[in-house]
């Protein structure tokens, strides 16, 4: 059998859940062991692969999922999809309020494609790209009950009190955990090592592009000696993570600015269509239509935030949204 579970701490785990077709290639899943009740932080996707990678790394670590409680850091179905499947009678489920609030008011995508229009977005191409999303075909089967936690609550697991840290951005109720004996930041997708998390915007009402950045100062005091992310590398360089994380989106609010600088109104599409963006291709057509959605939704943010500082101006009319320098 080959071995799945990494030991990164005393009783505490990693397990790499792949995620087939996705460049992220697999989510961390942390297991928390203990004599009373195990912790599963994070799922993977609700898929057969998912499914097995999660059984086996349990079976090899002796977890009984009937003594074992899950803690998802957000909605997202790479995150949340599979607890669906592993939940049994008696588990604890905690999430936070604000991602459970969007949970129990889902509409389906057609609101978000309708914004996207809005925004210069071909709508029939965004329609056919989100049906394919694999965090549309596999997402959670049913809503399980959630055992809601707020800021500052404690999660105790053996040895390890961890502190529900709220860090709203990358979803609006994204929650990280922090043991402050042991210096551990379990970051989900708040903090990755060598990728920046996705910061999107899908309504008029948000400014995630705030709340991230909010949430990267709120965690900068903690005292971190490991960060155990949702994708990618377990690290150290804490601090220097969140100071390249803001430089960066500092740089991508530069370059929004020089885009509108010649005053010439322009949607989030056409303003994504001219911004950098670290993927193969040639032009901005020839871009997947899963990645033009990315890249829409955080221009959307971008901008939203420079509006939000009297950077530059939003027009609505009967040809949708644009933005002005």
Not at 72 to 78: K, Q, V, W
């Amino acid at each position: 059998m080959t071995k799945i579970a990494e030991e990164i701490r005393p009783n505490l785990f990693r397990l790499q859940i792949p995620l087939p077709d996705s460049p992220l290639k697999y989510l961390n899943a942390y297991v928390i062991k203990s004599n009373d009740r195990h912790l599963i932080v994070d799922t993977g996707l609700n898929r057969k692969a998912c499914l097995l990678a999660m059984q086996s790394g349990l079976e090899q670590l002796g977890v009984d999922i009937a003594r074992t409680d899950f803690f998802i850091t957000h909605l997202h179905a790479d995150h949340f999809g599979l607890v669906t499947r592993l939940a049994v009678d008696g588990n604890r489920i905690y999430f936070n309020r604000p991602d459970a609030e969007l949970i129990e008011s889902w509409e389906g995508f057609e609101p978000m494609i309708a914004f996207a229009g809005k925004n210069g977005f071909p709508q029939d191409e965004l329609r056919a790209a989100l049906d394919a999303h694999p965090g549309h075909k596999f997402g959670s089967s049913w809503a399980p009950e959630l055992s809601i936690l707020k800021d500052g609550e404690i999660v105790s697991v053996g040895e390890y009190h961890f502190q529900c840290i709220e860090t709203p951005g990358h979803t609006l109720g994204h929650t990280c955990l922090y043991e402050p004996s042991q210096k551990i930041f379990i970051a989900g997708d708040h903090i990755l090592i060598d990728i920046t998390p996705n910061i999107q915007c899908w309504e008029d009402t948000q400014n995630p592009l705030k709340n991230y950045l909010e949430s990267l100062d709120k965690v900068s005091r903690l005292d971190v000696d490991i960060v155990l992310p949702g994708h990618r590398r377990v690290f150290t360089h804490f601090h220097r993570r969140i100071k390249e994380l803001k430089q960066h989106h500092h740089e991508r609010l530069v370059e929004v600015q020089k885009i509108l600088q010649d005053g010439i109104p322009r949607s989030a599409f056409s303003v994504a269509a001219q911004m950098k963006w670290d993927i193969k291709c040639d032009s901005w057509e020839e871009f997947p239509v899963a990645q033009r959605w990315f890249a829409t939704g955080e221009a959307i943010a971008h901008l939203r935030f420079l509006e939000y500082e009297g950077k530059l101006q939003r027009r609505m009319d009967a040809g949708g949204v644009t933005f002005q320098g």
